[in-house]
């Protein structure tokens, strides 16, 4: 089988769990090595493609035509600014789909691995498009569904990682549900047991993510104060991840407000390499978020057996209790409710330890071969039609 995958709007270092996704199954597809792959990228990233998967066996395509030229961009440019947003993408979509052509006479099937903003361009072959997460569609229904069903038109199947966005499908599009399937992926392999018995640093916990408004580092930032003016020894939180500048002025003026701004470190996009070691010596991990498909943090605190704070909202809870194990649920609007959490994970560590170790097992069967196959039975009964 011939697979493309369709990253045109997918930058290495800039994408965060969507490229989590990407990479592992990739690998999965390569560890199967029954299938040539193919992977339709920017112009201009080929280096860093290279950087984070193997493309030995991979073909890298690369449209150094499409507005890869000098005065193409600065017209673009000018067009965007001045206020003819659609003609630019218009010249844009145009190009795309010349490209998209030209790729697809040597592939069986197209993968989307992404669906925000993204306009399906191919047409000639089945398009499987995978959805991470609905909550544009959730915020904005009645503007939005007319494009999700335009979509899901145009594909032959749909795919979830995850139970919560699995059943919003369900809800909002009872007519596709036969196109609608859902596959767990693993972040990466199970880590060794091994590499769960190493030295932990007291009182250090991750929250590995962007600092996108939906992460709500603003109201674990306040906890964090709460916690510093009641005199709690300190608290030292990682936050490695994609940064927005905008963003990232914003919440270290509210660390400095707060005072804390040596308890919580924004360390920007690192190698996968760093964040292994930081799961391996944190004490706990916690995460604030208000929105996810499901939170790669908190699937990777479960494989290193790491105490779980998070947020209780229906994405997370799907899925953790489903495999009822234990974990300590906060109101992210409430930074009372956090500061209370941190503390708890960290001075009663074992429930939470013993419920991360249990999920571990439960997720050991999820592992990138098994995830391909899985994807790979779909693509061979979509192109049997």
């Known amino acids: 089988m011939k697979i493309l995958f369709e990253c045109a709007s997918i930058t290495p270092g800039e994408s965060c769990g969507v490229e989590t ?9 390569q560890r199967i ?17 290279e950087a984070v998967i193997d493309v030995n066996n991979v073909k890298l395509l690369e449209d150094v035509r499409y507005v890869n030229f000098l005065i193409g961009r600065v017209c673009v440019g000018i067009l965007r600014r001045i206020g003819f947003t659609s003609i630019a993408d218009a010249i844009l979509d145009a190009r795309r789909r010349k ?37 544009d569609l959730e915020r904005d229904t009645e503007r939005l569904m007319s494009f999700y069903h335009e979509q899901i038109n145009k594909c032959k199947a749909i795919i979830t990682s995850w139970p919560h966005p699995f059943q919003l499908l369900k809800n909002y599009f009872p007519e596709y549900t036969d196109k609608f399937y859902m596959i767990h992926f693993p972040p990466e392999p199970m880590p060794l047991e091994q590499d769960l018995k190493t030295i932990h640093l007291n009182r250090l916990l991750i929250y590995p993510s962007s600092n996108g408004i939906d992460k709500n580092h603003e109201n674990l930032i306040k906890a964090l104060g709460i916690l510093k003016k009641q005199g709690t020894e300190k608290i ?13 002025v914003l919440l270290n003026e509210l660390a400095k407000q707060n005072y804390v701004q040596d308890w919580i470190s924004f360390i ?37 057996g790491k105490p779980i704070a998070c947020s209780n909202i229906p994405p997370l809870k799907s899925l953790i209790d489903k495999m009822d194990v234990t974990v300590k649920y906060f109101n992210p609007d409430d ?51």
């Open 99 to 135: 490209w998209s052509k030209a790729c697809e006479k040597d592939v069986d099937i197209v993968l989307y691995p992404f669906h925000k903003g993204i306009k399906i361009c191919h047409k000639r072959k089945p398009v499987i498009l995978v959805m991470h997460d609905l909550r």
């Open 236 to 248: 030292r939180i990682i936050c490695p991840g994609t940064q927005s500048k905008d963003r990232a």
């Open 21 to 29: 996704f990407l990479y592992s199954l990739i690998r999965g597809f």
């Open 335 to 385: 930074p009372n409710d956090i500061a209370a959490s941190i503390i708890e994970i960290i001075e009663n560590p074992s429930p939470y330890i013993l419920g991360s170790l249990n999920a571990r097992q439960y997720l050991s069967t999820i592992t990138q071969e098994n995830t391909a196959k899985q994807y790979r039975e779909i693509f061979q009964k979509v192109i049997k039609g």
């Open 268 to 304: 920007g996009f690192v190698p996968r390499d760093h964040i292994r070691w930081l799961y391996q010596v944190c004490s706990g991990v916690i995460t604030t978020t208000k929105y996810e498909a499901f939170s790669g943090a908190v699937f990777e605190g479960f494989c290193y």
């Open 33 to 49: 090595d029954k299938d040539e792959l193919f992977i339709n990228i920017p112009p201009g990233t080929r280096d860093k493609y």
